[in-house]
C-alpha cells in the first residue's frame, strides 16, 4: 500500500486570462502536515479546492487515493439548524448509519453543551469547530484544512492542534492553510510557499524553529 494519499502533479488553475498558479507539484503522505503559507490573492484557497475536486485543474493532474474532509474558510453551516442536525444532515449525505457518531464528534470538538442549539447563535469559533467535526463525519483519510484556527480562542486552538497531532498519527494526512507558521509549528512536518504563482517546495520542516521557516516566507515575498 502506497504512503501517498492524495498528489498533483505539475498542476495549474486559470480563471480567463489570470493564471493563478502554474506547474505546482506535492504529494501528501500518511502520517504527514503540510503548511501552506502565501500571500492574499496568492491562490492557496484556490489549491485546495484543485486537491479536493471541487474545482478542476486547467493543467496537470491530482490523484487521491483516500477519502478527503474539507474545511473552507467559511463554515457552510446551516444556521438555522442545530450542530446535531447540521451533522445528521451530513451523515446523510455520506450514507453514515451510526447514530452516535455526531455527538462522538460534538464532544470532541467541545460542543457537546451547545449540540442542540441554532448554530445562528454560535460565535465565529464555535462554528469553526462544528465545520471541524463536519469534515470528519466519514472519517476521512485526509483532511484540508482552509486557516482552521481563525477565531479560534486558546481553548479552541489547542484543541485543534491537539486533534490534528492524533489525526496524523493515525496515519491520515493533512494539508493546511495559514499565515502564521509559528501557530501550527508543533504539528507541521512540512511546509510550502505558494508566491508568485508558484510553489516552492514542500520540504520537509525537520525540527527547525518556526522564525526560520517564517523568514525563508519573508525572503519569498521580498523577492516575488
Known amino acids: 500500500m502506497s504512503d501517498i494519499l492524495l498528489s498533483a502533479d505539475d498542476v495549474g488553475r486559470r480563471f480567463?486570462?489570470?493564471?493563478?498558479?502554474?506547474?505546482?507539484?506535492?504529494?501528501l503522505r500518511r502520517g504527514e502536515t503540510l503548511a501552506l503559507m502565501g500571500p492574499n490573492g496568492a491562490?492557496?484557497?484556490?489549491?485546495?479546492?484543485?486537491?479536493?475536486?471541487?474545482?478542476?485543474?486547467?493543467?496537470?493532474?491530482?490523484?487521491?487515493?483516500?477519502?478527503?474532509?474539507?474545511v473552507a474558510h467559511h463554515s457552510m453551516a446551516y444556521d438555522a439548524l442545530t450542530a446535531r442536525e447540521n451533522l445528521a444532515f451530513a451523515a446523510r449525505l455520506w450514507g453514515i448509519t451510526n447514530t452516535t457518531r455526531a455527538d462522538e464528534l460534538l464532544d470532541q470538538v467541545g460542543l457537546?453543551?451547545?449540540?442542540?442549539?441554532?448554530?445562528?447563535?454560535?460565535?465565529?469559533?464555535?462554528?469553526?469547530?462544528?465545520?471541524?467535526?463536519?469534515?470528519?463525519?466519514?472519517?476521512?483519510?485526509?483532511l484540508l484544512l482552509d486557516e482552521p484556527l481563525n477565531s479560534l480562542d486558546e481553548p479552541g486552538t489547542e484543541m485543534v492542534l491537539q486533534f490534528m497531532e492524533d489525526f496524523a498519527a493515525r496515519g491520515h494526512a493533512i494539508a493546511i492553510v495559514t499565515h502564521q507558521f509559528e501557530r501550527i509549528a508543533r504539528v507541521a512536518t512540512s511546509v510550502g510557499y505558494l508566491v508568485g504563482g508558484s510553489l516552492d517546495g514542500p520540504e520537509t520542516v525537520d525540527g527547525r524553529r518556526p522564525h526560520a521557516v517564517s523568514e525563508k516566507y519573508r525572503s519569498l515575498l521580498a523577492h516575488a
Open 112 to 142: 457537546a453543551r451547545w449540540r442542540d442549539q441554532r448554530v445562528a447563535t454560535y460565535s465565529r469559533g464555535m462554528t469553526q469547530r462544528l465545520a471541524i467535526a463536519r469534515a470528519l463525519m466519514h472519517d476521512p483519510d485526509v
Open 43 to 70: 491562490g492557496k484557497t484556490t489549491l485546495l479546492r484543485v486537491l479536493s475536486g471541487l474545482l478542476k485543474p486547467s493543467s496537470g493532474t491530482v490523484a487521491r487515493h483516500g477519502t478527503l474532509g474539507f
Open 16 to 27: 480567463g486570462y489570470r493564471q493563478v498558479f502554474s506547474a505546482v507539484t506535492l504529494a
